[in-house]
């Protein structure tokens, strides 16, 4: 959550700062400020509620010139959306942008009030400001001062402070949330996201838990957490970002819904050979581990669960192979069993997602043969800090409401099923089916996306409810899941899912002539059990919307509406079935008047507990 971006150089800043919040928007636009030594030596300072174009107009208004500054985009976790509560904070001479959440802030602003210190804002990270000012009165650079407070903050923190009277540094410190280094001639960077910082540079640092930087326009010195100085590598970054080209389209969320046919067919581009999924990122040496796994533990948060939960049954349906699916905050608290010979998989988009990332150094505990990251981001800490590595090449998503990353992860996620059974020597006719559906996978997804029209035309019936029921069984009960999240991330209409098979056990006695239910139901084997569900429904007045390519003898009858889909190999089905259900939230949220890109109270990464 939150963007922080941070500059020293030769050069006005002011500028470079405003296009680094505007690409780190997604991750949060509650309220933005900023934090600008001017040209005179004075410490100027701009906070605006609501997004980023609020903070850039007001600085518009003015007359603001410096070569050394900070700003924050956030995204609210202390202190309600408001001017005051914006980043950077201030005491004194000592400014701040904060990612993360200081747990014990409460008792650390008691001391302060003591010491005659007032917050003015509801935020935790204003006491770290007091509390940095306090130290400096003891004496030491800033360095040493913020090296003398870290140990005090509890909690997890991004952050990176300016002492207006040492004007030709910054410090950064990070624990849980990330920070990353941008080097330049004679200029430096610092941002939470590489994206904030790609028009500038592409060499860039990034910190590890505990490391705290100075950063001046010449130099980078990094400490760790027993105050060592170190040395981190610096990588030239290849990362593509175009978040300010939505090209043709009107929205990022539409944008990558289109792009999946295309990033998909990226990514299995040179892994499909004679009928065989080849993984040379693996390594050979570690096909012994996957062959030898007798259990899959898999770990995520929000839609990569979702995507958990869809390979769990393709895990065990075609290789036999159990698999666990844990929301990744209760897995680290909730004291796991460990299986025998269990192997661990996380996914996530971001690869910050705080729950994720501190499960999997849970599990570096455990006694699990390795770790296999599924993520977008190739540098980010997820990626860095597990075994083993499978990127969704995805690309940029922008949108807060996941949608191509969902779909490469099932990607990845089936050519490593196919991958496994191989190993295991199992079948070879298993990898064979797999590899066939993926080969015609972006064709089959663009034929669902020609169904458009049909999508535009089905939201009507929707802007006016407030709740809808999902419904799907095996494979397509997390694709129902998924469903009822996306629409209500972007539509703001309560939406549930149940396996189809739970209807009599309680989710029957909401139906009434006003709820809607959407039933997905492909031509498979479980067909005959899901048109019995569809039954119960309509013998209770409900109103049926069915996603199915199967022949139900009729196109529409009362109170029930056939949404008539394009055939998909079966396997597949629930990678290409969600696509018409991301084009219907779509279309409901623009029938709302709603921020696609930017849903009320959500970011898109979840760095904070």
């Known amino acids: 959550m939150c963007g922080i971006i941070g500059a020293i150089s030769y050069r006005n800043i002011v500028g470079i700062l405003l296009d680094g919040l505007r690409r780190l928007q997604y991750r949060g636009y509650d309220s933005s400020g900023l934090a600008v030594m001017d040209l005179t030596g004075e410490l100027i300072r701009l906070r605006r509620l609501g997004g980023v174009q609020n903070l850039i107009n007001a600085v518009e208004n003015t007359v603001l010139s410096g070569s050394i500054g900070i700003a924050h985009t956030r995204w609210a976790t202390h202190g309600k959306p408001a001017e005051i509560n914006a980043h950077p904070h201030i005491s004194f001479d000592i400014s701040i942008v904060h990612n993360g959440i200081i747990e014990n802030y409460q008792s650390i602003y008691r001391q302060l009030k003591v010491w005659g210190y007032t917050c003015l804002s509801e935020t935790d ?61 004679d200029e430096n960077f610092i941002g939470s996201d590489p994206i904030a910082l790609l028009p500038m540079t592409r060499r860039l640092i990034y910190l590890e838990e505990g490391d705290v930087a100075q950063i001046t326009s010449s130099s980078i010195m990094i400490f760790d957490r027993s105050g060592n100085s170190v040395h981190r590598c610096e990588i030239t970054s290849n990362i593509q970002h175009d978040a300010g080209n939505k090209g043709a389209y009107n929205h990022y969320m539409q944008k990558e819904i289109y792009e999946q046919p295309r990033v998909i067919k990226k990514r299995l581009k040179g892994h499909l050979r004679n009928n065989k999924i080849n993984f040379p990122e693996l390594g050979s040496e570690n096909e012994i581990l996957l062959k030898n796994l007798q259990h899959i533990q898999i770990v995520a948060c929000g839609t990569s669960y979702n995507a958990g939960m869809v390979a769990k049954y393709w895990f065990e349906s075609f290789i036999q192979v159990p698999c666990d699916v844990d929301i990744a905050s209760e897995f680290r608290y909730r004291q796991p069993v460990v299986r025998h010979n269990s ?248 029938l709302k008047g709603n921020n696609v890109d930017q849903p009320r109270n959500l970011a898109k990464s979840v760095t904070v507990e």
């Not at 207006?164 to 849980?176: E, K």
């Not at 969704?392 to 099923?417: D, P, R």
């Open 343 to 590: 192997f661990l998989i996380t996914l996530s988009q971001s690869g910050e997602t705080a729950d994720t990332l501190a499960a999997l150094r849970l599990s570096k505990k455990m006694s699990y043969l390795g770790s296999l990251a599924i993520c977008n981001v190739p540098s980010s800490s997820l990626v860095r800090e597990s075994d083993l590595v499978l990127m969704t090449q995805a690309g940029s998503e922008i949108g807060v409401a996941s949608t191509k990353s969902f779909t490469t992860q099932l990607t990845v996620l089936l050519m490593l099923l196919a991958k496994i059974s191989y190993l295991k020597g199992m079948k070879p006719e298993i990898e064979k089916s797999i590899v066939d559906a993926l080969k015609v996978l972006p064709y089959r997804i663009n034929q669902m996306l020609l169904q458009n029209e049909l999508m535009v035309d089905l939201a009507k019936d929707f802007i006016h409810k407030e709740n809808v029921l999902f419904l799907g069984r095996g494979a397509q009960y997390p694709i129902a899941m998924e469903g009822a999240l996306k629409l209500k991330e972007i539509s703001y209409i309560h939406a549930e899912a149940y396996a189809a098979g739970e209807l009599k056990h309680g989710p029957l006695a909401l139906i009434d002539n006003n709820m809607p239910v959407i039933v997905i139901a492909p031509d498979n084997k479980l067909l005959e059990k899901i048109k019995s569900n569809i039954e119960e429904v309509r013998a209770r007045g409900g109103l049926l919307y069915v996603f199915t390519n199967a022949q139900f003898g009729c196109s529409n009858i009362e109170r029930m509406r056939i949404i008539s889909l394009p055939y998909v190999e079966d396997i597949t089905t629930p990678i290409s079935y969600i696509v018409p259900l991301q084009l219907l939230s779509y279309h409901i949220a623009l």
């Open 125 to 185: 990270t204003e006491v770290v400001a007091h509390l940095v000012h306090w130290e400096g009165q003891k004496g030491g650079s800033l360095l040493e001062v913020v090296q003398r407070v870290l140990p005090c903050l509890r909690g997890t923190y991004g952050m990176v402070i300016l002492d207006s009277r040492m004007p030709d540094r910054l410090i950064a410190a990070r624990s849980g949330s990330p920070l990353v280094i941008g080097c330049g001639i």
